[in-house]
């Protein structure tokens, strides 16, 4: 069964610092989205594309999170630089098209920033 | 905002019985709903999803009912299983403005624990 690949699975880093995540949707799937889920809350979306365009990133710190699918088809989320804040557990999902389909999500990348 | 809520935060029940996870949402215009079960350190899996044209669903030991009157979603699962334990999010998908995208919004979560 197809799945969305997300790496690295763990990362720890300390404050200032850059880092990226790295998300392969499953194949075919034109939708991509990055989501942040703090423990205890449901996911956030951060940033929603639409093959390499993005279509929603209105909720995405824009002064230190950037994101992009350069070929519409695997993406990056990078920080910079981290904040204390930012530690949380960052998600991708795809879904064939943008609409109400079902996303289906990989297994997410869990950040701690110290 | 409008938002999408749960009534309880955790629920326990018995090996063998039936749970029932209720959700509250407040906007009026969302259309799709879908329930997701999450486990520790894992992605939330999709467990069913309900159209707002429908009333009822039914998967394999679940079923989703919708009552648009009262704008309440709720998630039943039949046979509850240890292997259920997790915690279960209700998502409201709506139509942004201009109907240029839809936009997945996230309750908080109830937490099932299943005893043995």
């Known amino acids: 069964e197809a799945e969305v690949a997300q790496s690295p699975r763990y990362k720890i880093t300390e404050k200032s610092q850059a880092v990226a995540f790295w998300c392969d949707p499953i194949?075919?799937?034109?939708?991509l989205y990055w989501y942040r889920q703090i423990l205890g809350q449901g996911p956030e979306l951060l940033v929603q594309f639409q093959d390499e365009s993005v279509v929603d990133d209105s909720q995405l710190p824009k002064d230190r999170f950037s994101a992009e699918r350069l070929k519409g088809v695997d993406s990056t989320l990078k920080i910079q630089p981290a904040e204390l804040g930012d530690s949380a557990m960052y998600l991708c999902?795809?879904?064939?098209?943008?609409?109400?389909?079902?996303?289906?999500f990989g297994p997410g990348t869990r950040l701690t920033v110290t | 905002g409008e938002s999408v809520g749960l009534h309880l935060p955790t629920l326990s029940v018995q090996e063998g019985d039936n749970s029932i996870i209720n959700c509250a949402y407040s906007?009026?215009?969302?259309?799709?709903f879908i329930w997701y079960k999450q486990e520790s350190g894992k992605g939330p899996q999709f467990i069913i999803d309900?159209?707002?044209?429908?009333d009822k669903r039914q998967g394999q030991r679940v079923t989703v009912l919708l009552n648009k009157t009262v704008k309440h979603l709720s998630l039943q699962i039949a046979a509850t299983q240890p292997g259920d334990s997790a915690v279960y999010f209700c998502a409201e998908n709506m139509e942004e403005s201009g109907g240029s995208n839809y936009k997945l919004t996230f309750g908080k979560g109830t937490l099932l624990t299943v005893n043995p």
């Open positions: 999902a795809s879904s064939l098209r943008a609409g109400p389909y079902e996303q289906y």
């Open positions: 906007n009026s215009a969302s259309d799709y």
């Open positions: 194949s075919g799937h034109a939708t």
């Open positions: 309900i159209r707002s044209n429908m």
